[in-house]
């Protein structure tokens, strides 16, 4: 009984860490289609929901900003609302795939919403969602460190579906399966 107890909380273990390892940064480098080999700044949705931007600075020759997020809350985003000098005035030279704006800027993983009387303030989408332990990407025009356009993030919107971390489901695992035993130890 003991190994059998012991084989279990393995499996569980093993589960756990592989749950974690699916949940991993998927987009830790830039595509290679982009010719960069780091992204200019990062985005991390928080537990809480709230926001942090980190790094900045321009890419491809002092102009546009490409950008990392990272979905570390137990929600799925759909998407975040940002606004800034400029940055959506698109101006046909994102390298995302796009042949046209914004395209060209969000690739195929998001989109953007915008006025084209209003090219400081708009939100991006993320297309299915950005899951719980995701991270996408997507480019911006000019460089969104704050002295240069007051960049911010206004806040996340999204499907609200919570995703159970990984030790939660363990110790869900382990209760259903102690359960189970006591209740086959009644039988006889």
Known sequence: MVLRLTTFVSAALMATSLHAAH?????????????????????????????????GGPAFGG????????????????GLTLSGTGIFNFDNDGTLGGTTDPADYSGSLTSFTFSASDLDNGRV????????????????????????????????????????????????????????LARSRARG
């Open 23 to 55: 949940a991993a940064i998927a987009y830790s480098t830039p595509p290679a289609s982009t010719g960069l080999a780091a992204y200019t700044s990062t985005i991390t949705i928080n537990l809480d929901g709230s926001t942090t931007t980190t790094g």
């Open 63 to 78: 102009e546009d900003s490409f950008i990392h997020v990272i979905n570390n809350a137990a929600t799925t985003v759909g």
């Open 125 to 180: 989408t993320f297309v299915g969602g950005l899951a719980s332990g995701a991270d996408s990407f997507f480019e911006l025009e000019e460089d969104i460190t704050a002295a240069n356009s007051g960049f911010k993030v206004g806040g996340t919107t999204g499907s609200g579906t919570t995703v159970p971390e990984p030790a939660a489901m363990a110790i869900l695992a382990t209760g259903l399966f102690a359960m189970g």
